[in-house]
Antibody
Framework: QITLKESGPTLVQPTQTLTLTCTFS??????????VGWIRQPPGKGLEWLAL???????RYSPSLKSRLSIIKDTSKNQVVLTMTNMDPEDTATYYC??????????????WGQGTLVTVSS | QSALTQPASVSGSPGQSITISCSGT?????????VSWYQQHPGRVPKLIIY???ERPSGVSNRFSGSKSGITASLTISGLQTEDEADYYC??????????FGTGTKVTVL
């Protein structure tokens, strides 16, 4: 059974850097074809895809946020860490991590973590 | 990349069928079958209901079906039930190796 769980600060001040950790079980990011993604959702708004990290350490970022995002993995700890710099109140959202894959039948996000609400405010 | 375009809301009576459209471009939906759909009830985590455009994960009702024509993907819910009232999002892989979500559709069961 695959599970993921996000952790990190619930409150971040404007201009600070956000660091979120996704801890997962039931799969390994050293296995060929495995991908972990991050998605966020501002309160009352839609989903926005943020980033991917691949089993081979390839990375993809949302073009609109690329300059502010960084994603790394720690395979030994079964963790993926997302950092977002220069946080703004508009970055207030629930941040989700999710399992994905490179194979054609795995190009989807399933399952998702429970999400973590991050509020940006002074 | 711009969000895929979905209608803000769709409604139907119990037992009816409704269809939600998801319009993209020739850089995403138009060239890939990697369209997925997610159902999200208020306060809940999004749930995968369709992947690869037309495939249903195990456990998802066969009342949900997906299709694609050109740059538009569609989700049809047949035999609408009260528990189908939720937000629905499409998502597509893109030619840049990234993903893009749709704007979301609120389904109301009248």
């Amino acid at each position: 059974q695959i599970t993921l769980k996000e952790s990190g600060p619930t409150l971040v001040q404007p201009t600070q850097t956000l660091t979120l950790t996704c801890t997962f079980s039931g799969f390994s990011l050293s296995t060929s074809g495995v991908i972990v993604g991050w998605i966020r959702q501002p309160p009352g708004k839609g989903l926005e895809w943020l980033a991917l990290i691949f089993w081979n350490d390839n990375k993809r970022y949302s073009p609109s946020l690329k300059s502010r995002l960084s994603i790394i993995k720690d395979t030994s700890k079964n963790q993926v860490v997302l950092t977002m710099t220069n946080m703004d109140p508009e970055d207030t959202a629930t941040y989700y991590c999710a399992h994905s894959g490179y194979d054609s039948d795995l190009r989807r996000f399933d399952p998702w973590g429970q999400g973590t609400l991050v509020t940006v405010s002074s | 990349q711009s969000a895929l375009t979905q209608p803000a809301s769709v409604s139907g009576s119990p037992g009816q069928s409704i269809t939600i459209s998801c319009s993209g471009t020739n850089s995403d939906i138009g060239i890939y079958n990697f369209v997925s759909w997610y159902q999200q009830h208020p306060g809940r985590v999004p749930k995968l209901i369709i992947y690869e455009g037309t495939e249903r994960p195990s456990g998802v009702s066969n009342r949900f079906s997906g299709s694609k024509s050109g740059i538009t993907a569609s989700l049809t819910i047949s035999g609408l039930q009260t528990e189908d009232e939720a937000d629905y999002y499409c998502c597509s892989y893109t030619s840049s190796g990234t993903y893009v979500f749709g704007t979301g559709t609120k389904v109301t069961v009248l």
